[in-house]
């Protein structure tokens, strides 16, 4: 082996001057230099940024608040030719149709109980997702149980609680999306449990149909699921059968919602460790005991974050429906666009900034919701 | 001391034997499952013979009768089948989704690394970026990408001219198509000598430095490879009276262009929605990929000596791809199968042409449905397949 080693390329033969000392100068130009213009390319970058966002924001700015149109009966209000002044968002249209894009079609006198629908869906939601309220087995049992059968009476109408019968026809706007959504979470939840307990578990049959179920769905889009709900499910059921054209798309949107609240829930189940189940069987627990009361108490506990952000995506997914014709917010929006009466050249833009507002608070809140508890449940492991 | 330990378990009613339990359970869903499949398959049979729709695939052979803007391949309202209609879908929706894969991940790639820029206000636009996109529905940002795309847009007779070769209008942009000609073999033959000399000259390149620590200037010396060599072709092709390339220009009628090529509204505003969408989910996988890299890697890169942007490039983003690929490949699953919203702003897609009109013409609904979705099932399948190998190719090596 021989001593002398050619010198590589790569090795600094002079060293470099030292650096100078950190600037431990305080204040606002002090943290300016820091965290905007540290060097030449960052400030290159700073400015560029700062450029974008005046082309950007003051239009926006005046387009939603200041150049907006806040009061008014009809399109002349949202024209600027008759309006006499440039017109941006037309609140003027959103406030005029918002009980339309709240309860669709639904028949004004009966519109009470869509309310109370709203008042019993919030008792739910935060009954469960509030972790220091008492009683959250109740809750559960009120949510998925109570709720259901409370909401296609209280709905739907029923003779013998002398409720008129409102046709699902008629529903529409953020009822019908949150309809839809409901249905997803309530049947989505106890299906995927089982769909994922099928996918561990060690029959090979319930676990191949488990797997293919699940692939199945993961892997088409949901507007072809809601396509074949709309189109096969009449098919697949005898003549004289007709299915309701709102269950219909709530068919697809549950299976599709299970398949990917499975793969949550199998995520929980894979993160037990097995001492758990081993301790379980050695109490001489039977399967589902140890199920229900050691195993997944503990496995759904862990995926929440994960169960609230499927959620947020089938909340979003919801607006397909729009597609297969059922009178959401996005289809009430898309009908109100097009009104005569309110034809205006700003109309598209305020309705789908309204929509995307609601959408917004929805799903931000969730996920700011979903943070918060993976940082509780992270507590245990920062000590 | 010895005892015969009986090999026989304990007598119990058959009733709790867990294997005698696990098949019965079994027995009981394929049972299930066989009778709701025999009641849906008789159920349609007999649904189908009242409504007089014929059924199986025959019905690709017939005429389509109707005539998609944009096609890949000739298609014409009077002489293209079913069948046709299906291939034009599918290419557009591979189409829109190849692109929407690059770009998504150019976009992706640069939201996740401005997200944990040391300069604040880059790191906050990112942020703002991402929240507000990943909180509002795909199908509301398609919409207003469509009427905003083509709103502002003037009327085919108004049309932007730019030099009287590219005309835009609200029916999309108007480019001039280029034409091949029969000697136009020697470019593409240069293109692909110039992308093997560029792979080989990179490999060498590498070797080069890791042996010696000597840098080429590996990216010019790759685009002299890739681009100069086909045009140094068609120069040469030029200047000895071959005219291997021409271009068929958009000629302006009364009412509409004719000739040309045109890029249609609907594909840049299903684009630009899936781009723009997709690329905040990228940004966050990218974030947590960087993060997952541990710091004291960037603290001995530039102990090195290398740069921040070098560090990324050699040192932090290598480490992160392990982390980032998988739910990468599950974005650009999501990307192709969002790519079916194109129903909604009528770009033909695969759902668009196969799922919305053929279905309604020929009312054939199953048939349509199993192909539409074997078409998804597979390109699921087929990309998930070929992200493992990669995946495989870049996970840490357990010594």
Redesign the interface.
């Known amino acids: 082996m021989s001593s002398s080693v050619e010198t ?3 090795i ?1 033969t002079k060293s470099h001057e030292a650096l100078p000392p950190p600037n431990l100068a305080r204040g606002p130009i002090a943290w300016m230099r820091e ?2 213009f ?1 060097s030449i390319p ?1 400030t290159i ?2 400015l560029v ?2 450029y974008l ?1 005046y082309v950007a924001i003051p239009p926006l700015v005046k387009f939603l608040f200041i150049d907006a149109v806040w009061t008014g009966t009809d399109r002349d209000a949202c024209r600027a030719e008759t309006a006499g002044h440039p017109v941006g968002a037309c609140w003027a249209f959103v406030w005029d149709k918002i009980n339309y894009f709240i309860y669709g079609s639904y028949p004004i006198t009966e519109r009470w109980r869509v309310d109370v629908w709203f008042v019993l869906l919030a008792i739910g939601v935060v009954w469960l997702l509030w972790l220091k309220a008492p009683r959250r087995d109740v809750g559960a049992v009120y949510f998925f149980i109570v709720f259901p059968v409370l909401s296609f009476i209280l709905l739907l109408g029923s003779d013998w609680v002398g409720l008129d019968h409102v046709p699902t026809g008629l529903w529409g706007g953020i009822l019908v999306t949150l309809i839809v959504a409901t249905v997803g979470i309530v049947f989505s939840l106890p299906f995927g449990i089982l769909l994922a307990l099928g996918r561990r578990s ?5 676990r191949m ?1 488990s797997v293919i179920f699940i692939e ?1 769905v ?7 699921v809601l ?2 709900a709309n ?2 499910l ?6 004289d059968i007709t299915i309701d054209r709102l269950a219909r798309p709530l068919v697809g949107v549950a299976l599709f919602a299970s398949a990917y609240m499975a793969e949550v829930v199998r995520g929980g189940l894979q993160a037990m460790p097995k001492g758990q189940y081993e301790g379980a069987m050695s109490l001489g627990l039977k399967y589902w005991q140890m199920m229900v009361f050691i195993i997944l108490p503990q496995a759904l506990r862990i995926v929440i974050p994960g169960i609230v952000n499927t959620f ?1 995506g089938l909340f ?2 919801t ?2 429906v ?2 297969v014709g059922i009178f959401d917010l ?1 289809k009430t929006i ?1 009908a109100s666009r097009i009104d005569p009466s309110w034809s205006a050249p700003t109309i ?2 305020t309705g ?1 900034a309204f ?2 507002f609601f ?2 608070i929805f ?2 809140g969730m ?1 700011r919701y979903s943070l918060g508890v993976e940082r509780r449940l992270a507590a245990g492991q920062n000590r | 001391m010895q005892t015969t330990v009986s090999q026989e378990a304990p007598k119990g009613s058959i009733l709790y034997d867990p294997k005698v339990r696990g098949i019965f359970y079994q027995v009981v869903l394929v049972a299930i499952v066989a009778f709701i499949i025999y009641e849906a398959v008789t159920n349609a049979a007999e649904n189908l013979q009242r409504a007089k729709i014929a059924s199986g695939f025959g019905f690709l052979n017939n005429t389509a009768g109707f005539d998609i803007n944009q096609a890949l391949i000739n298609f014409s309202a009077a002489g293209s089948t079913y069948g046709d209609a299906f291939i034009v879908g599918l290419l557009n929706t591979l189409l829109v989704s190849a692109f929407g894969i690059v770009f998504a991940t150019i976009l992706g790639f640069i939201v996740g690394i401005a997200r944990l820029s040391k300069n604040w206000i880059v790191s906050k636009v990112a942020m703002v970026y991402v929240e507000t996109i990943r909180n509002i529905p795909l199908l509301l940002q398609l919409l207003f990408w469509y009427h905003a795309v083509l709103a502002p847009l003037p009327q085919p007779r108004d049309s932007i001219n730019v030099g009287n070769s590219f005309f835009l209008n609200a029916r999309g942009l108007f480019m001039p198509k280029p034409l091949f000609a029969g000697d136009a073999w020697v470019i593409w033959v240069a293109l692909a000598v110039g992308v093997v000399a560029t792979i080989l000259f990179r490999r060498w390149a590498w070797k080069q430095q890791a042996a010696t620590g000597k840098l080429y200037p590996i990216n010019w010396i790759s685009l002299g490879f890739v681009v100069g060599l086909p045009v140094l072709m068609w120069i040469l092709l030029a200047l000895f009276g071959a005219n291997p390339i021409s271009f068929d220009v958009p000629v302006k009628g009364t009412f509409n262009l004719r000739g040309g090529m045109t890029v249609y509204p609907e594909f840049v505003a299903l684009l630009l929605g899936l781009v723009t969408y997709t690329a905040a989910f990228i940004g966050e996988v990218v974030r947590a990929g960087i993060l997952a890299v541990s710091k004291g890697q960037t603290e001995a890169s530039s102990a090195l000596g290398l740069t921040s942007a070098q560090n990324l490039r050699l040192v932090v983003i290598p480490q992160a791809m392990r982390v980032i690929i998988p739910p990468l490949t599950s974005q650009y699953l999501n990307i192709t199968k969002n790519s079916s919203l194109a129903v909604a702003i009528g770009y033909p897609d695969l759902v668009q042409v196969f799922m919305g009109t053929v279905l309604n013409q020929t009312g054939q609904a199953i048939e349509v449905v199993v192909i539409t979705m074997a078409v998804y099932l597979t390109i699921s399948l087929v990309t998930s397949f070929v992200m493992n190998i990669y995946n495989r190719r870049v996970a840490i090596v357990e010594r």
């Open positions: 590589p390329v790569f600094q965290n905007l540290p960052n970058l700073t940024v700062f966002l060690r029959l090979p049959i319930i149909a199945f993961r892997g088409v889009p949901l507007i072809t396509i074949m189109t096969m009449p098919l697949f059921l005898p003549g947020i979003k997914d607006s397909l729009a597609i996005v898309e598209g833009y789908y929509a995307a959408y917004f799903c931000w996920s």
